[in-house]
């Protein structure tokens, strides 16, 4: 589609052209999520490689299976005390004193957060290292006496990262605020290579120990891609617990703790109930999830962000068409990459967990294992991925309280769904990951129905009409990406690891080009609006 063409069949602000001076706020979505899943690209490569990595030193095991489990502790004390709060209130309040008149408070404020984290983290990381025995029999109390040992020993050796990443997440959600997206775009992508080194580093020395070893290396390599953006930003030791911005935030945040701890025990109960199934069986569905993630954070991680501070400077009470408009927006650009990233990980996901993982230790029993589990994933991704900007469509109208209620009935559908599935049926770990998706799915769904019944309705957001476009166009995803490969494999090339690996790249890219010209024919105006600003990316870089 030529980029000067008007589409009438587009969105309202996408694809049309805009006065000058006065950039589209598709533009400005699409610019702030492209500088996200710059990083994000980055990040998920990376990951590859770290996944790849670690896969061919340690293939699966008990051990790291352990290290699955254990590597979730800091995640979860993360989530519960930081990261939980930089989308519910962090960045909807300090995002109100983003403006440069208002810096001094910014810096006020920051500071006194920076000083809180120092004070509770370093508090929980001592309390943490003196229960690790009575914790791991928690997460894996499948185990026997000598994975749990090795279980606790990569406890303690790991939650020393707790401090170092909630000091990187609240200066990323200063970023976020003053829409300075570089910065934390490209803390994930350090924290990989900082992971990756670490391995190649200690492996041989500590074995199994060296990927706790690593994570806390790779905490700090991300920490350290934070700091430059800090410049000029006084800051100092304060403990201004009474500021009026931070106990707002802590109002904010006190519903949301709930949905974490809730959340949490659902992870909880997951691991443990793996580890009755199998001891491989938490690895196996890492590796699923890991592929599973990819494009979320690609997608629906990098949109969600970009939206959330234009969201939050939005009252939809008198400001609903607009706050509708942006929210929409994201919400369709989300679903037209998302759906088709799931068929191409249907169809391409068994030369995708070969190419990635088997090899070294990884087997191609492991493979199998991993590919189950991958395709009962994939029933809740597209769900999960909408999932995310419906939350934080919520916390942006300062309403943290609506998703709490709606994580307390996912992870009742979990437990509703899991146990019976594992153990009475005998599904094992397939069925919680079963349980996983219909958890997703369920969520979504609820969440939908709740913004309706708040928002005056769906029909504004025209979900269905890039939903149907999306999926008819992923038509061609799953027919050029797996017969291309197909036909690849029947080349007389040899079977060697670097050429499945080009095999896939030209299935995916194969499969990628086929969706950009089936939604460019049938006028999916968000991939348009995309694809117009690549190329003018591309021209300015030229």
Known sequence: MDSDTRNEQS????????????????????????????????????????????????????????????????????????????????????????????????DHILSTLLTMALVVLGGVVILLELTAPYITPVLVGGFDDSLLATATRLT???????????????IQAYHYARKKFVYPSMGAPAHNLGMIVAVLLFASQFGIESLSISMLAASGTQLLMQLPGLKGTKLRLVFDWRNPAVSRILKLYAPVVLSVV???????????????????????MNKATFLIQLPLGLVSMAIALAVLPSLSRLDARTELDKFKHVFGLGVRMTMVLIIPA?????????????????????????????????????????????????VYA??????????????????????????????????????????????????????????????????????????WRSLLASLAVAVLGWGSYQ???????????LVRLAMLGVALAAAGAGYLAAANWLKIGEIASLVRVVRQRLRRAA
Request: no cysteine.
């Open 156 to 170: 303690r050796l790991i939650v020393p990262s707790i401090l170092i990443y909630g000091i990187s997440g609240i």
């Open 11 to 106: 969105p309202e602000g996408v694809g049309e052209p805009q006065p000058s001076g006065q950039p589209s706020q598709a533009r400005e979505l699409v610019h702030s999520a492209s500088i996200n899943s710059i990083g994000n690209v980055a990040s998920r490569l990376l990951g590859l490689v770290r996944e790849a990595v670690v896969s061919g030193i340690f293939g699966v095991s008990g051990a790291t299976s352990a290290f699955d489990a254990v590597s979730g502790v800091p995640k979860m004390v993360y989530e519960l005390l930081v990261g939980g709060m930089l989308s519910a209130a962090l960045v909807p309040v300090l995002s109100e004193y983003a403006a440069d008149d208002r810096q001094a408070e910014l």
């Open 342 to 390: 799931a068929v191409g990980l249907l169809v391409l996901g068994r030369p995708l967990i070969q190419a990635i993982f088997e090899h070294g230790a990884f087997n191609p029993a492991d493979t199998q294992a991993s590919l189950n589990a991958l395709y009962l994933y994939l029933i809740g991704m597209p769900f999960s991925a909408i999932d995310l900007l419906l």
């Open 262 to 284: 809730i959340s949490n025990a659902g992870i909880i109960i997951d691991r443990n109930l793996a580890s009755r199934t199998a001891v491989e069986a938490i690895t196996w």
């Open 394 to 467: 919520f916390y942006a109208q300062k309403d943290t309280k609506t998703p709490v209620v709606v994580g307390v009935l996912g992870v009742l559908i979990y437990l509703a769904v899991g146990p019976l599935l594992a153990f009475v049926f005998h599904w094992g770990y397939l069925g919680l990951v079963a349980a996983n998706a219909a958890q997703l799915t369920g969520h979504a769904l609820i969440m939908l129905a709740a913004f309706a019944r708040r928002f005056s309705g769906l029909r504004d957001l025209r979900l269905l009409d890039a939903g």
């Open 487 to 497: 036909l690849l494999q029947r080349l007389p090339v040899g079977g060697g690891y």
